[in-house]
Structure formats: C-alpha cells, structure tokens
T-cell receptor
Framework: QKEVEQDPGPLSVPEGAIVSLNCTYS??????FMWYRQYSRKGPELLMY????GNKEDGRFTAQVDKSSKYISLFIRDSQPSDSATYLC?????????FGTGTRLQVFP | GAVVSQHPSRVICKSGTSVKIECRSL??????MFWYRQFPKQSLMLMAT?????????EQGVEKDKFLINHASLTLSTLTVTSAHPEDSSFYIC?????????????FGPGTRLTVL
C-alpha cells in the first residue's frame, strides 16, 4: 500500500465551480499535511499546510484533514482558469516528504 | 524570501556524457537539500538527502555512483548525472530546508529538464 494515494484525474471543471481534491494516507502517525500546486514544467509551490485534524482556510482555498479516516482534502471555491495545474498532496514520514501522484486540474472558461 | 534556484533549466546531452545541475538557496542558509526526480505524469520521488559538509543519503534503488551529490556550502548543492543514458531523461527538482523553519518546510526549485539523446 502506498503511503499517500491520490486520484491522478484529470479533472475538468467550468470556471466558477467548486473543486474538491482528495488524498488518503496509510500511517496514522503522520501529522503534517501539505498541498502543493505545480504548473507544467515548474517546481511545486506550497499552497497550504495543516497540522493534525481540522480545517484551514486561505482565500478561495480550504484544506481539511480527517485523521479518523486518514483522508485529506483541498477545496477550491470560485475556480479560475489560472488554477489549472497539478495539485499534489504530501505528508512527512519522519523528515522525508512523501507525495501523492498529483491530480491534474483543468478549469475551462 | 525562501527562493531556490536551479541551473540549468533545460539540458540536452548525448548518451554517455555527464551533466551537472546546480541548486542554490538565494536568501537563506539551507542545512539540508533534497533531490527529486519526476517522470511525466508521475509524482516527485526522493532520490537523496544531503547535509552540508557530509555525504548524501540515497534512497533505495538510486545509484550513488551514477548520481553524485555535493553539498559544499550552506547555499549550494550539485547533482551530477554521470554517463547519462536516455532512461535518465527526467525532470530533476531540488528543495532546500532552512534550519529556522518551524516544521521542516522545504522550498522547491523550478526544476531542470534533462533530455539524454
């Protein structure tokens, strides 16, 4: 079983839609959870991180962690074409970053 | 702040040659740098972890004699792909971690696309 699993998509939505991106993880000891955005042929950039369970909101983005089900989510409200990118969830296993496979999102006008 | 650069951004080389990729932390000191490889439509896979002034720690399955890592200063790490072959063609991304980061946050470079002919 992979440590972090993520549906690769692609996910195609119209502008203005609410997007839900999800990952599951295997180890209940994981504490930090990150979402990265990666544009084509670029390095990933950190969008949000959460510690343990709960929600965190930043503008149009909301990150959610449910430790009871080992499920992490990223919601994007009022999606824009500029949000089109690959979104990777990640967590730390000791000091190593473990990434999901990434979900490719396409927001069309 | 927390900018990481990589050079070159793209490189094309012939099979059998060696290629060096530089990773620099521009505005902070990086006690630890990481090297990742990303194949098309796949996730980032950690290749090795390097601490300034010491030997790199390689992940299982990564040949240390093929991927030479040097972390000579707190702002520079290099990855040399020796005797490159077409199967080494990939997107190589480095990241750097500051000792002052509260939760070991890594800052990523823009990546280097290597194409071996």
């Amino acid at each position: 079983q992979k440590e972090v699993e993520q549906d690769p998509g692609p996910l195609s939505v119209p502008e203005g839609a609410i997007v839900s991106l999800n990952c599951t993880y295997s180890n209940s000891a994981f504490q930090y959870f990150m979402w990265y955005r990666q544009y084509s042929r670029k390095g990933p950039e950190l969008l949000m991180y959460t510690y343990s369970s709960g929600n965190k909101e930043d503008g149009r983005f909301t990150a959610q962690v449910d430790k009871s089900s080992k499920y992490i989510s990223l919601f994007i409200r009022d999606s824009q074409p500029s949000d089109s990118a690959t979104y990777l969830c990640a967590t730390y296993n000791t000091d190593k970053l473990i990434f999901g496979t990434g979900t490719r999102l396409q927001v069309f006008p | 702040g927390a900018v990481v650069s990589q050079h070159p951004s793209r490189v094309i080389c012939k099979s059998g040659t060696s290629v060096k990729i530089e990773c620099r932390s521009l505005d902070f000191q990086a006690t630890t740098m990481f090297w990742y490889r990303q194949f098309p439509k796949q996730s980032l896979m950690l290749m090795a972890t390097s601490n300034e002034g010491s030997k790199a720690t390689y992940e299982q399955g990564v040949e240390k004699d093929k991927f030479l890592i040097n972390h000579a200063s707190l702002t520079l790490s290099t990855l040399t792909v020796t005797s490159a072959h077409p199967e080494d063609s990939s997107f190589y991304i480095c990241s750097a971690r500051s000792a002052r980061s509260s939760y070991n946050e890594q800052f990523f470079g823009p990546g280097t696309r290597l194409t071996v002919l």
